[in-house]
């Protein structure tokens, strides 16, 4: 999306530094800057704002800055994180259709991608890239939507409590899909019913006259219904929206019969394994 950096220094209760400018977008990464966007330092293992000079020479046409001024045109803030977040919800403002959350503990990926394959073949359609899904990416992802653009996937992921709910203030979803909650983070959470914990802060972010999408097979999941006020849809061998006849072709792609309230279909997925059923129901859902 494109915004001033005079816009962006209202937003981010910045200082505009240099001339105003349009930026598209942003970038936390000098070694893959789209063309005029806004480069975002951030100051963790290593200082971002070493790293501005790379950037704006690749194609950054402004940047943030919490230190010195530089040559080039930048909006100087308190903290380059946090501007980062503001911008994010800003954008958010920006979209006329749904943001759609997508978490679980594993799946996330492939649901945002099938989900965002099938919503572009009838609107403008922005999706994270690749698995970004942290107080970084999520807000990263809604910069880097057109302008215009209808609808928006964003993965989120959590390393422990409060996580999913602080990216929710950022996108605040009308849509959220919870896939799976399995052990792979349990060093962080403790257990099974943590990581769960942690994943319904998405259905409960969720807005009334939004949408909880849950996978009906997994115990876990299937009780947050009991945790927000969202319209509730389910997926799964006992959901809304279900898969009969599952079969595996020689290369162990699925083809099933797609049973939905709104009527059926026949489906082949290009993916192998039957797993990905699971994934396909949830993003038809």
Known sequence: MQFRLSDVAAITDGVLLGPDAVVDGASIDSRSVPRGCLFVPIV???????????????????????????????????????????????????????????????????????????????????????????????PLTLLGAPDGVEVVVTEMGARGGGHISDLCDIAEPSIGVVLTVGAAHTELFGDLRQVAAAKAELVEALPAT???VLNADDELVAAMAERTSAHLLLFGRTGDVRADDISLDELLRPTFQLRTPWGDAPCRLASAGVHTVTNALAAAA
């Open 44 to 138: 963790a293992d290593r200082d971002g704002h070493d790293y501005v000079d790379a950037a704006m020479a690749a194609g950054a046409a402004a940047h943030l800055t919490s230190g010195a001024a530089s040559a080039h045109p930048a909006v100087s803030v308190d903290d380059t994180s946090l501007a980062l977040r503001r911008l994010g919800a800003a954008a958010r403002r920006r979209v006329s259709g749904d943001v759609i959350g997508v978490t679980g503990s594993v799946g996330k990926t492939t649901t945002k991608d099938l989900l965002a394959g099938c919503l572009s073949t009838t609107k403008v359609t922005h999706a994270s890239y690749r698995s970004v899904n942290n107080e970084l990416g999520v």
């Open 210 to 212: 939004g949408t909880a």
